[in-house]
């Protein structure tokens, strides 16, 4: 089946530092989601992308599909105490229909 | 919008019991999707509906677990009998079936004594 590789495991970085954070694919994907959970809540929607190449923000956050379609990267810039949670990539390909293969996690601790 | 509505939020019980845990998707969401969150394995999808029809349940552990979904605004997910390795939190996600993103519900603690 799929494999997601995410890394890093974990980060501990000072706040005000940017984070780059990514996965890789085994096998190639249609689309690349991100999410973010907090603790004792479920994963929430921050980035959907679609098309190989593509780049797109959503505030401080910024993520690309790879044209090779295997991979995709999350960045983080001038990172904030809130921003502290498990962030997880997740890819789909169509013929699994509403299928998502998730990666284990990057798990983010900015420092005040 | 509410978003997914599961209950309960957290739930005891002891070993051999029955356990049902229900979900809410979004309303108009289509598909609805069941996952299961542990330290070791991470996000495990255990089954997902379209339409209110299973389409795949290859991640449903053993037959202890079952899920129904008998009309678009409810499922659930029925654990008989529980055993201590199935404590986790469950996650119920829905969207639409046009779109690939999915909205998680907060999620159910299960811990099985």
């Known amino acids: 089946g799929q494999q997601l590789n995410q890394s890093p495991q974990s980060m501990f970085i000072q706040e005000g530092e940017d984070v780059s954070m990514n996965c890789t694919s085994s096998?190639?994907?249609?689309?690349w989601l991100w999410y973010k959970q907090d603790p004792g809540e479920g994963p929430v929607l921050l980035i959907a992308?679609?098309?190989?190449?593509e780049l797109t923000s959503n505030g401080r956050l910024t993520a690309q599909f790879g044209i090779t379609r295997k991979d995709s990267f999350l960045n983080i810039s001038a990172s904030i105490p809130s921003d502290v949670g498990i962030y997880f990539c997740a890819g789909r390909y169509n013929t699994n229909a509403g299928k998502s293969t998730f990666g284990d996690g990057t798990t983010l601790t900015v420092k005040p | 919008d509410a978003g997914v509505i599961q209950s309960p939020r957290h739930e005891v019980t002891e070993m051999g019991q029955e356990v049902t845990l229900r979900c809410k998707p979004i309303s108009g969401h289509n598909s609805l999707f069941w996952y299961r969150q542990t330290m070791m394995r991470g996000l495990e999808l255990l089954i997902y509906?379209?339409?209110?029809?299973?389409?795949?349940d290859s991640g449903m552990p053993e037959d202890r677990f079952s899920a129904k979904m008998p009309n678009a605004s409810f499922s659930t997910l029925k654990i008989q009998p529980s055993e201590p390795r199935d404590s986790a939190v469950y996650f119920c996600?829905?969207?639409?079936?046009?779109?690939?993103?999915?909205?998680f519900g907060p999620g159910t603690r299960l811990t099985v004594t």
């Open positions: 992308l679609y098309k190989a190449g």
């Open positions: 096998s190639i994907f249609n689309t």
């Open positions: 509906f379209n339409n209110n029809v299973p389409i795949d």
């Open positions: 996600a829905s969207s639409l079936r046009d779109t690939y993103e999915q909205y």
